[in-house]
Structures are given as structure tokens and as C-alpha cells.
């Protein structure tokens, strides 16, 4: 009994202390425990909505879905860049790509983020039109430019095959950016180099030439040198764009929406006056129907709900308005499993069995209907989770699955112990009373016994 209390008294104490962490960490951010808002997603915190096209039309239809998926993959690291709190980006109707960006309300600074990410391609210029463009007496200089431009022709050499860049210097100490191919990159940089050694591979970003090396020899590493008097700052801002990822393909900006904040607090304030009310209801239903062990149910889903509020912080879990309603739902879900184990109480004290075994006897049997129920939801959470076309069922079921895991803890652990350390060994008609539920209360019931 001496261990079982101390056990109850430690989660006590480690429940407040949780409480106290998920106050000083939300509003006081010099304290020591740090800084842990929760994060709050767009529908919340408001934020710019950005939908993008992709231009297929100079990729092979069998690779559409890749160069989406790489598309996909270059814009996240991008915003993720720029310290964007669970941005979602996401392919939706196969040539376009929806960009949220919780907190970013500015949606002109979104736009410039994302823009600035740069689209890399190799193009080659042969000798012959390099020669005809330089033998031309009616040009001009400019006009020379431009045809020699013009003149290049994609090799398909694109920023999709991009390993990574980095800055390197030159034998006279100036700075150059070398850049890395994965294996389909360096395959066709080989070739093409082998194939056209003496001619000119132009390096263009966005559309815009950034250098016009002429191909020396054969690259078989897939490790190609772009200099030609950059600065030191020049360079790292090209290694810096290159590194956030070069697009596969061009994207062009469809629409823009911006959801202010003023939205996004109403909607906090609406969850969070949901959440107290619901709190408050099954506290006056519990204690009044399960009187004693209600109390303690009240208690264990206080433990439940600053544990659950100390996971959004730590993990950290996005809240979306779907993620609070599938955590006051799991607030319900909560409450459930602590009283199919007080309706066993019951039916244990009314065969007349001592407070004591009564309570171990219906933690006993209301196990297992608990354990399968909780187990069923968390595999349809799961389900939800893994096959969820949208943010919308995704945050719910994440949200819900947490809450469901803990609330298997908080009603066997915390609810049980808390029990077993305030439970008397038998009781009288007050105990029984204070144990038992409804309008009625458990008498002790002497077995009959039967003679043969």
C-alpha cells in the first residue's frame, strides 16, 4: 500500500510538473525550461496558400510523377529553409503543387522564397554554329550574344540530377562552385563530354547563361567546376540556391490567398473554450453518477491532458482545427475506458467482494475490452494516416492516435493507482457507497451456502 501511494503521489507531482513546463515554455520563453510554443498550423495561425503549375511539356510522360515528386521534395527543403513551421507541400492533380506556409502572412515575401529557388540546365552549343556566329561580319557584339544564346540546345542535363554544390578555389585562389551529379547525372555528363570535347556546355539558371565553359575532356566523375570571376558572396549565393534544391521544371504561380490571423484565433479561442466546456460536463457527470472513483477519473484526465499538451510541444505536433476536435475526442475515448472499468467494479461489489478485490477484480476484466477497442482505433488512425489525401485527415488522425496511446496509460496506470491508494481493504456502508455508482449503493452480499 506504502509503494502503490508514492507511485500515485509521483505521478501527481510529475503531472504538475508537466503542467508548469507547458505554461512557463508557451509564455515565459527566457525561463529554463525554454521556449516551446505550440505550433499551429495554417488554418490556426494564419499564413499564405500558394498554388503552383508545373510546365511538363519538355519531360517524357512515363516521368511526369517523378519530376512532381522531385519538384515536390526541392520546394519543402526550400521553405523549410527559410524556417517555416510545418509547411505542407503537396502534388495535387498532376501537374500542380499547393504551398501552405503557417505564419507567413506576407505572401509576397512566400512568393520571393519560393521564386528564388533556380531552375539548372546544361545546354550545348556545336562548334559549327559557334563558328558561323563568330565569322559574321553583320552582327554586332550584342546581337552575337544573344544568337549564341539562342543557339543553345538542352542536353538534358537538369537540376533533378543534382547531388549537392559546394564552394572550392582555384589554383590563383579564386573562388568557383563545384557541383556533384547523382549516378543518372554523371552517366550522361560523361557521354556528353566525351562526345563533344572543344565545344561550348552552357550552365543556365532560370533561362539566364551564369557561365560558357568550353569542354576541355571527357568528365567521368560527375564532378563539374563552374567559375569565371565570381565573388566570394557571388558564390555562396549560388551554392546556397543550388543546395536548396534546383527545380526539376519550371513552375508558374496560379493564385495566392493569404488567411489572416484574426481567423486563426478565433478558431484557437473556439477549440480551447470547446475543450474547458467538454472537461467540465464529464467532470460533473463522472463525479455525480461514479462519485469517489469518478474523482479520480477527473483526476487521471487532467494527468491525460497536460501529458497530451507536453507531446504537441515536444515532438512537435502541428495543431490544426481537426487535430483540437480529434483531441477532444480522445478526451471522450479517455473517459470511456475508466468507466468500463468502474461498470466491473460494480458488478464485483455487488457478488459482495471486498473494495479491495473488487477493484483489482474489474481492473482485471475491463483490460482486455479496452486494450481491443484502443487497438482497433489506433489502426484506423493508422490507416488514416498512411493513406490521408489531405492535411485535414492526416492532423486528425496523428492527433487522435497520440491521444488514444495515452489514454491506455492514464486509464490503467494513473486511474488504477490512484485507486488502490485511497481504496480501503474491505470498507463499510460509507466506502461502499463512495465506490459504488448510480442512485444505488453495493451492499455486501454474505454467499449462501448450500448443503448437500
Given at each position: 500500500?506504502?509503494?502503490?501511494?508514492?507511485?500515485?503521489?509521483f505521478?501527481?507531482?510529475?503531472?504538475?510538473?508537466?503542467?508548469f513546463?507547458?505554461y512557463?515554455?508557451?509564455?515565459?520563453?527566457?525561463?529554463?525550461?525554454g521556449?516551446?510554443?505550440?505550433k499551429?498550423?495554417l488554418d490556426?495561425?494564419?499564413?499564405?496558400h500558394?498554388?503552383y503549375?508545373?510546365?511538363?511539356?519538355?519531360?517524357?510522360?512515363?516521368?511526369?510523377?517523378?519530376?512532381?515528386?522531385?519538384?515536390?521534395n526541392v520546394?519543402?527543403?526550400r521553405?523549410?529553409?527559410?524556417?517555416?513551421?510545418?509547411?505542407?507541400?503537396?502534388?495535387?492533380?498532376?501537374?500542380?503543387l499547393?504551398?501552405?506556409?503557417?505564419?507567413?502572412?506576407?505572401?509576397?515575401?512566400?512568393?520571393a522564397?519560393?521564386?528564388?529557388?533556380?531552375?539548372?540546365?546544361?545546354?550545348?552549343?556545336?562548334?559549327?554554329t559557334q563558328?558561323?556566329?563568330?565569322?559574321?561580319?553583320?552582327m554586332?557584339t550584342?546581337?552575337?550574344?544573344?544568337?549564341?544564346?539562342?543557339?543553345?540546345?538542352p542536353?538534358?542535363?537538369?537540376?533533378?540530377?543534382?547531388?549537392?554544390?559546394a564552394?572550392?578555389y582555384t589554383s590563383?585562389?579564386?573562388?568557383?562552385?563545384?557541383?556533384?551529379?547523382?549516378a543518372?547525372?554523371t552517366?550522361?555528363?560523361?557521354?556528353?563530354?566525351k562526345?563533344?570535347?572543344?565545344?561550348?556546355?552552357g550552365?543556365?539558371?532560370?533561362?539566364?547563361?551564369?557561365?560558357?565553359?568550353?569542354?576541355?575532356?571527357?568528365?567521368?566523375?560527375?564532378?563539374?567546376?563552374?567559375?569565371?570571376g565570381?565573388?566570394?558572396?557571388?558564390a555562396?549565393?549560388?551554392?546556397?540556391?543550388?543546395?536548396y534544391?534546383?527545380?526539376?521544371?519550371?513552375i508558374?504561380?496560379?493564385?495566392t490567398?493569404?488567411?489572416?490571423a484574426?481567423?486563426?484565433?478565433?478558431a484557437?479561442?473556439?477549440?480551447?473554450?470547446?475543450?474547458i466546456?467538454?472537461?467540465?460536463?464529464?467532470?460533473?457527470f463522472?463525479?455525480?453518477?461514479?462519485?469517489?472513483?469518478?474523482l479520480?477519473?477527473?483526476?487521471?484526465?487532467?494527468?491525460?491532458?497536460?501529458?497530451?499538451?507536453?507531446?504537441?510541444k515536444l515532438?512537435p505536433?502541428t495543431?490544426?482545427a481537426?487535430?483540437i476536435?480529434?483531441?477532444?475526442?480522445t478526451?471522450?475515448?479517455?473517459?470511456?475506458?475508466n468507466?468500463?472499468?468502474?461498470?466491473?467494479?460494480k458488478?464485483?461489489?455487488?457478488?459482495g467482494?471486498?473494495?479491495?478485490?473488487a477493484m483489482h477484480?474489474?481492473f482485471?476484466r475491463?483490460?482486455l475490452s479496452?486494450?481491443?477497442?484502443n487497438?482497433?482505433?489506433?489502426i484506423?488512425?493508422?490507416?488514416l494516416?498512411?493513406?490521408g489525401?489531405?492535411?485535414?485527415?492526416?492532423?486528425?488522425?496523428?492527433v487522435?492516435?497520440?491521444?488514444?496511446?495515452?489514454?491506455?496509460?492514464?486509464?490503467?496506470?494513473?486511474?488504477?493507482?490512484?485507486?488502490?491508494a485511497?481504496?480501503p481493504?474491505?470498507g463499510?456502508?460509507?466506502?461502499?457507497?463512495?465506490?459504488?455508482?448510480?442512485?444505488?449503493?453495493?451492499?455486501?452480499v454474505?454467499?449462501?451456502?448450500?448443503?448437500?
Amino acid at each position: 500500500m506504502i509503494k502503490t501511494r508514492a507511485l500515485a503521489v509521483f505521478i501527481l507531482i510529475g503531472a504538475i510538473a508537466i503542467g508548469f513546463f507547458n505554461y512557463y515554455s508557451q509564455y515565459h520563453p527566457a525561463s529554463t525550461v525554454g521556449h516551446f510554443p505550440f505550433k499551429l498550423g495554417l488554418d490556426l495561425a494564419g499564413g499564405s496558400h500558394l498554388v503552383y503549375q508545373a510546365d511538363l511539356s519538355q519531360i517524357p510522360l512515363s516521368e511526369d510523377s517523378d519530376s512532381m515528386i522531385a519538384l515536390q521534395n526541392v520546394i519543402e527543403n526550400r521553405v523549410n529553409a527559410f524556417g517555416v513551421s510545418e509547411p505542407l507541400v503537396e502534388v495535387q492533380g498532376g501537374n500542380q503543387l499547393i504551398v501552405e506556409l503557417p505564419g507567413v502572412t506576407d505572401v509576397n515575401q512566400a512568393i520571393a522564397n519560393i521564386g528564388q529557388t533556380p531552375v539548372l540546365d546544361f545546354r550545348l552549343l556545336a562548334s559549327s554554329t559557334q563558328a558561323a556566329i563568330s565569322a559574321s561580319t553583320t552582327m554586332t557584339t550584342d546581337q552575337k550574344t544573344a544568337a549564341i544564346e539562342a543557339a543553345f540546345q538542352p542536353v538534358g542535363l537538369t537540376g533533378r540530377m543534382l547531388k549537392n554544390a559546394a564552394i572550392g578555389y582555384t589554383s590563383l585562389n579564386q573562388p568557383m562552385v563545384l557541383l556533384n551529379f547523382n549516378a543518372e547525372g554523371t552517366a550522361l555528363f560523361a557521354s556528353t563530354t566525351k562526345n563533344n570535347i572543344g565545344n561550348i556546355l552552357g550552365i543556365f539558371l532560370d533561362g539566364q547563361p551564369i557561365s560558357l565553359p568550353v569542354v576541355d575532356a571527357e568528365i567521368p566523375d560527375g564532378t563539374a567546376q563552374i567559375s569565371g570571376g565570381f565573388t566570394i558572396a557571388q558564390a555562396q549565393a549560388l551554392v546556397r540556391n543550388l543546395n536548396y534544391g534546383a527545380l526539376p521544371v519550371p513552375i508558374t504561380l496560379l493564385s495566392t490567398q493569404t488567411i489572416g490571423a484574426s481567423l486563426g484565433e478565433s478558431a484557437v479561442r473556439g477549440g480551447i473554450e470547446a475543450g474547458i466546456l467538454a472537461f467540465i460536463i464529464i467532470t460533473i457527470f463522472l463525479v455525480i453518477w461514479y462519485r469517489l472513483p469518478g474523482l479520480v477519473a477527473v483526476v487521471s484526465l487532467a494527468v491525460y491532458t497536460m501529458i497530451m499538451l507536453a507531446i504537441f510541444k515536444l515532438l512537435p505536433v502541428t495543431l490544426t482545427a481537426e487535430g483540437i476536435a480529434g483531441f477532444i475526442i480522445t478526451i471522450g475515448m479517455a473517459v470511456d475506458a475508466n468507466i468500463l472499468i468502474f461498470e466491473r467494479m460494480k458488478e464485483e461489489l455487488r457478488k459482495g467482494l471486498p473494495i479491495e478485490t473488487a477493484m483489482h477484480q474489474g481492473f482485471a476484466r475491463a483490460w482486455l475490452s479496452i486494450r481491443d477497442s484502443n487497438i482497433s482505433s489506433m489502426i484506423t488512425a493508422a490507416i488514416l494516416y498512411y493513406f490521408g489525401s489531405s492535411s485535414i485527415i492526416t492532423g486528425f488522425a496523428l492527433v487522435f492516435f497520440i491521444g488514444v496511446a495515452v489514454s491506455m496509460f492514464t486509464a490503467i496506470t494513473a486511474s488504477r493507482l490512484f485507486l488502490y491508494a485511497i481504496g480501503p481493504k474491505k470498507g463499510g456502508r460509507i466506502s461502499r457507497f463512495l465506490f459504488s455508482n448510480g442512485f444505488r449503493f453495493s451492499k455486501a452480499v454474505t454467499p449462501a451456502i448450500t448443503k448437500k
